[in-house]
């Protein structure tokens, strides 16, 4: 079966600090693989897309980037984060016309 | 680029009856998917009903039906009987096959005893 793992569930991190979130895929080859950004009540901002190992779309101009090192791994960094790159991060992967969502992270940035 | 709209932030209903709720879209595109998610307070996205754009017939399952207008753009979801359990953000969302999945900013539903 497809399943994604997403970790970690809550994280905070003080302003300035590095960052690495992580997605992991399994049950599936070569899929799209997206991060999505929500505020408290809001709506879901893509940030990144990836058809492809190394092949990385980003959608807004921002204080993070991505990576795909692995056909089933998508990781969400920043150098040093912001204030404003606090948030609620989900990861997801679109199979068989289908897209299937992590459990989200949490992220505080103090 | 393709846009969701959901011209609802808020909307709320009483438990047993039918409330609906709005989304249009906007794109270039022939062939593509349309979502309702659903966010409970977990945060966590539930797929409500997916429709694909060929098909004419309007997409359902158990109480969800959707109202799907291509020439119109638009694509809304009939929640019936509605369940103290249906109260969440509900989402939106388009795909172009192989690209981006883009959502709308999202209706609150608050089901009330």
């Known amino acids: 079966s497809q399943t994604i793992h997403q970790w970690p569930a809550t994280l905070v991190q003080p302003v300035g600090s590095p960052l690495s979130l992580e997605c992991t895929v399994e049950?599936?080859?070569?899929?799209?693989l997206y991060w999505y950004r929500q505020a408290a009540g809001r709506g879901l901002q893509l940030l990144f897309y990836?058809?492809?190992?190394?092949?990385i779309s980003s959608e807004v101009p921002q204080n993070l980037s991505a990576s795909r090192p692995q056909d089933r791994q998508f990781i969400l960094s920043s150098k040093k984060l912001l204030l404003s790159d606090s948030g609620f991060y989900l990861c997801?992967?679109?199979?068989?016309?289908?897209?299937?969502f992590g459990q989200g992270t949490r992220l505080t940035v103090v | 680029a393709q846009t969701v709209t959901q011209s609802q932030p808020e909307m709320s209903v009483q438990e047993a009856e039918t409330v609906t709720l709005s989304c249009t879209y906007d794109?270039?595109?022939?062939?593509?998917?349309l979502f309702w998610y659903k966010q409970p307070p977990s945060r966590q996205m539930i797929l409500v009903i997916r429709?694909?754009?060929?098909?004419?017939q309007n997409a359902t399952e158990n109480r969800f039906s959707v109202n799907f207008q291509k020439a119109a753009k638009s694509f809304s979801l009939k929640i019936s009987d509605s369940q103290l359990g249906d109260t969440a953000m509900y989402f939106c969302?388009?795909?172009?096959?192989?690209?981006?999945?883009?959502f709308g900013g999202g209706t609150r539903l608050m089901v009330k005893p």
């Open positions: 997801a992967f679109w199979s068989r016309s289908e897209a299937f």
């Open positions: 049950g599936t080859s070569n899929p799209n």
């Open positions: 990836s058809v492809g190992i190394g092949q």
């Open positions: 794109t270039s595109e022939n062939n593509y998917y």
């Open positions: 429709q694909e754009a060929y098909k004419q």
């Open positions: 969302a388009f795909m172009h096959y192989g690209n981006m999945l883009t």
